[in-house]
């Protein structure tokens, strides 16, 4: 618990590798989170060399931590080894689909985030990198990734080289709710986001961006409709182009 409430995105890493038992100890537990039908509808790609890397990092925006985390870890949705266990067992799968599809990326993110519990426990820091989905089709291309895998998310993992604070969480009365949805009045709304939009941390975010308040930095600069669209449209190409959408 303490290690879960701790959790904090590290961007700067010690230029220090990860012995090789360590990460396989962590990608061990990762193996261990729930999945369907324990099928393991995933594999991870362990990237160290300063050659993947390099041909990552435009992929992921050119972020700094692509090239200078020890170990990037892709966590692929993975229905190609399961099919060819099926076709070699006289079974036909059928997981050409768009459930098949997200069974697969659920089972990923499950297996991400118990290998991000296992690293922090250890004294790792790491950092998704949302980018994942965004470039998927040419990631598939560098990562050589077959027909019915997809790369769901990125880590970056290595020992910290800094000691961020923790970041604003909305408070559980924001977000739980008892036996139905009951649906936000625009008082609770106003009194939920409050404290996010009052931190001086946001006040520096609207003023450097020339808005008017926090919610327009999300709508119309970080998150903004034309490039949901966009990558939208690029991300649903590339599912279909994987054999998920057939």
Known sequence: METINKHVSIRKFLDKSIEQKLLESILYSGTRASTTGNMQLYSIIISESEEQKKK??????NQALVKNAPVLLTFVADFNRFSKWCELNNAKPGYSNFLSFFTAAIDTLLV????CIAAENQGLGICYLGTTTYNAREIIEVLNLPKLTFPVTTIAIGYPDESPELNDRLPLNGIIHSEKYNDYTESQIQKLYSFKENLETSKTFVEENNKETLAQVFTDVRYKET????????MLKTIKDQG???
Not at 56 to 61: A, E, I, S, T, Y
Not at 112 to 115: E, G
Not at 227 to 234: A, H, L, V, Y
């Open 56 to 61: 990552q990092l435009p992929l992921h925006f």
């Open 112 to 115: 991400a985030q118990n290998v």
């Open 227 to 234: 490039d949901n669209q966009f990558f939208s449209g690029k």
């Open 244 to 246: 998920f959408l057939e």
